[in-house]
T-cell receptor, first 111, second 117 residues
Framework: LAKTTQPISMDSYEGQEVNITCSHN???????ITWYQQFPSQGPRFIIQ???TKVTNEVASLFIPADRKSSTLSLPRVSLSDTAVYYC????????????FGAGTTVTVRA | DGGITQSPKYLFRKEGQNVTLSCEQN?????MYWYRQDPGQGLRLIYY???????QKGDIAEGYSVSREKKESFPLTVTSAQKNPTAFYLC????????????????FGPGTRLLVL
């Protein structure tokens, strides 16, 4: 499994853009990069997934450089409700596949 | 309304008691998973099942057991052998193989919080 490293916490203010970078130096050719969001006492929620370059949806953007050894989740104009833990995961479904959730990044948005 | 349901929301266990956590999905997903989350920690994989009647141990399977008799159901039993069962338990499911490269997206249930009396 590709190991990921992301900051433990980040603080921001309402209306700002939040960028969380995840390092995954040993990412494999078949691996996808997926980000989840988790609120307290709830299950994680899928945010975005990508393989290379840039992916954008109605919630976030995901930037992946050509070497794919890192990725950056961008949350535009955050609000208080974006306060959550964000997990970066790297993996692919082969014969024996397991996801590995690290401690994630706790993002705190202040008024 | 498709999704994953877990029950109960809260569960209390007495010493030496086995308890079973329910997980049901109507997403027609092949794979299902159980995770444990301790306060301030990430998720740790307990068991997973890629297909009916088959399941594999995750990283912390000791003291737990599962069954997968039906595609939509993946119950988790916390046995008396699990000495520190107090945690938040999450069930998830994912769809299936799409070519050789897999886009693994797991969908999670609301969780069950297990407390020891």
């Amino acid at each position: 499994l590709a190991k990921t490293t992301q900051p433990i916490s980040m603080d921001s203010y309402e209306g700002q853009e939040v960028n969380i970078t995840c390092s995954h130096n040993n990412i494999a050719t078949n691996d996808y990069i997926t980000w989840y969001q988790q609120f307290p006492s709830q299950g994680p929620r899928f945010i975005i997934q990508g393989y290379k370059t840039k992916v954008t949806n109605e919630v976030a953007s995901l930037f992946i450089p050509a070497d794919r050894k890192s990725s950056t989740l961008s949350l535009p104009r955050v609000s208080l409700s974006d306060t959550a833990v964000y997990y970066c995961l790297v993996g692919a479904r082969l014969n024996d596949y397991k996801l590995s959730f690290g401690a994630g990044t706790t993002v705190t948005v202040r008024a | 309304d498709g999704g994953i349901t877990q029950s109960p929301k809260y569960l209390f266990r007495k010493e030496g008691q086995n308890v079973t956590l329910s997980c049901e999905q109507n997403l027609n997903h092949d794979a299902m998973y159980w995770y444990r989350q301790d306060p301030g920690q990430g998720l740790r994989l307990i068991y997973y099942s890629q297909i009916v009647n088959d399941f594999q141990k995750g990283d912390i399977a000791e003291g737990y057991s599962v069954s997968r008799e039906k595609k939509e159901s993946f119950p988790l039993t916390v046995t008396s052998a699990q000495k520190n069962p107090t945690a938040f338990y999450l069930c998830a499911s994912s769809s299936g193989l799409a070519g050789e490269a897999w886009e693994e997206t797991q969908y999670f249930g609301p969780g069950t919080r297990l407390l020891v009396l």
